[in-house]
DNA sequence: TAGCCTGACTTACACCGTAAGAATCGTCAA
DNA sequence: TTGACGATTCTTACGGTGTAAGTCAGGCTA
């Protein structure tokens, strides 16, 4: 039941609210279901509403990205001499906070992140590694290589959207479709669920690629 | 000029038509720009007639993923002794075909590939590292990861699909605004262009990833 | 030749993002 | 007290979307 309200009564609406608002709302509904009228629904308010807080809905998906990507590193101490057991850290930060907003998934793999939050947490990075002896051409590589490997294998891991969910069968559920004679070995990954472990593969092949930059 | 046609007379159109038109609009006038209607009007048809051919869009979408793997693997070899290079040449031919097709990156990163033509792929490689004795749980692992890790880099790659392009500046187009105080390193990166290099740093990580595994 | 089937077209609906303008409030000056 | 103003919201409207439902014409089979 939302409060009636004419014009001119404020809603005391904030941007950063906005934000919360739609960063609920994604999470709970699913990113294609997010509308500005349905956005506006939540916050008691009318679509057009939002357009003074946001330019428009472009704007709000990229501050879900930033958000979501505050959220990963707020935590995150201060890098000390040793800038792998760092490194590992951040990913496995952005895995998480990833995994918890599995709506913004999409975003933040399509969207490049250039608001000044990101920048920020960037120089950090450069910062941190190169104080650890890396030199920066090298550091920028290992910080998009592990950012970049973190986004793609959480979104297999996610898969489908929710929102999309349920529309397509994973290939869980598609085990017993499956010809054991044409696909042997696929059946007997099903089976044996070798090879689906996303968090222990998701750990192992950051350390591989940490081990392999700090050797080289 | 699309020529006037009449109920009943067929368009000629067939399912392989549909997609390669929708492969081509994507490609020249970006995602965000695909709907039925326009698809229709570039194969001189009402968007409803698509509909014989395709359940609906998200069907469509899924099959432009599949056409672009298909493509990518099309010419791949079988593999030999050494699963090393071939995975190798897998992750470079992915990353060719997503670069190809760059409207269908955002996809291909989103949408579960549960193709028939995709389980046969994923059988395919998985058979053939176990003939260089991988164990299959690890095959799994590492198919998984050159994958997910191309797929993630790619899209960092592209930046924002096509048909976005332009509605926002990327790091290099705000060097200017960049505060050399509050950003030392990140103006230093763009200056020396140092760790910016998409190729080689692409090479580099699969062949650390590669090696890691092997090695392990 | 009669009739059905297939594929295309037409219409319609609910929804979308958002541009433009009207309506209403709190606040402050006269 | 009154009036004007600026801020914030609502209303209306436009062109676009995916797609369900119904209609219509031509080609094939009986």
Redesign the interface.
């Known amino acids: 039941m939302v409060a009636e309200r004419r014009a001119g009564t404020k809603a005391g609406l904030s941007r950063e609210q906005v934000f919360d608002a739609a960063l609920d709302f994604v999470d709970t509904h699913g990113l294609p279901a997010l509308s500005m009228r349905k956005l506006g629904g939540a916050l008691g308010v009318e679509a057009m509403t939002l357009y003074n807080y946001v330019p428009n809905k ?1 704007a709000l998906l ?1 501050g879900l990205v930033d958000r979501v990507m505050e959220t990963a590193f707020a935590g995150l101490d201060e890098p000390g001499d040793e800038w792998v057991p760092w490194m590992r850290e951040f990913a496995h930060a952005l895995r998480r906070a990833l995994l918890a907003h599995p709506g913004v998934l ?1 975003l933040a ?4 992140v ?1 608001s000044p939050e990101a ?2 947490m ?2 950090r990075w ?2 941190g590694m ?1 104080a650890g002896g890396v ?7 290992v910080v ?2 592990v ?7 959480t ?2 891991e996610v ?3 929710p929102g ?1 969910e349920g ?5 869980d559920d ?1 085990a017993d479709e ?1 010809d054991p004679v ?5 059946t ?2 099903i089976a ?1 669920r ?3 472990d996303f968090d222990s ?1 998701f750990a ?2 950051i350390d ?2 940490l ?3 700090a050797a ?1």
């Open positions: 472009d990229d999409p793999g399509t969207r490049p250039n920048l920020r960037s120089e450069l910062a190169r030199p920066l051409g090298r550091a920028m590589d998009n290589v950012a970049t490997f973190t986004i793609g294998h979104l297999a898969g489908r959207t999309h529309t397509e069968p994973n290939l598609r499956l044409e696909f042997p070995n696929l007997e990954v044996t070798a090879g689906l593969r192992e092949a591989i690629l081990a392999g930059y080289a």
